[in-house]
C-alpha cells in the first residue's frame, strides 16, 4: 500500500495519523502545533520512530520468554 498520494490528505500517512489522533493525545497536541507535518521529512522521521517501536516491542517480547 503506498503510504503518500499526490494529495497528502488522501494518503494512508495521513489517514492513519487522523485515525491516531483520536485516541493518542500527545500525538494530537503534536498535531495541532505543526503546520507542515504532511512534509516528506516529518513523514519519514515519523514512520522510522513508529518502526523502531515495533521492533522495541518485539525485543522485549522476546526476552521477556
Known sequence: MPIRRHDKKEGNY???MQLRRVD???????????????SHDIQDEMLQIMAL???RKIVDR???N
Request: glycine residues 4%; positive net charge.
Open 14 to 16: 495521513c489517514q492513519l
Open 24 to 38: 493518542v493525545e500527545r500525538l494530537r497536541g503534536w498535531l495541532s502545533r505543526r503546520q507542515n507535518w504532511l
Open 53 to 55: 517501536d515495533v521492533i
Open 62 to 64: 522476546i526476552k521477556s
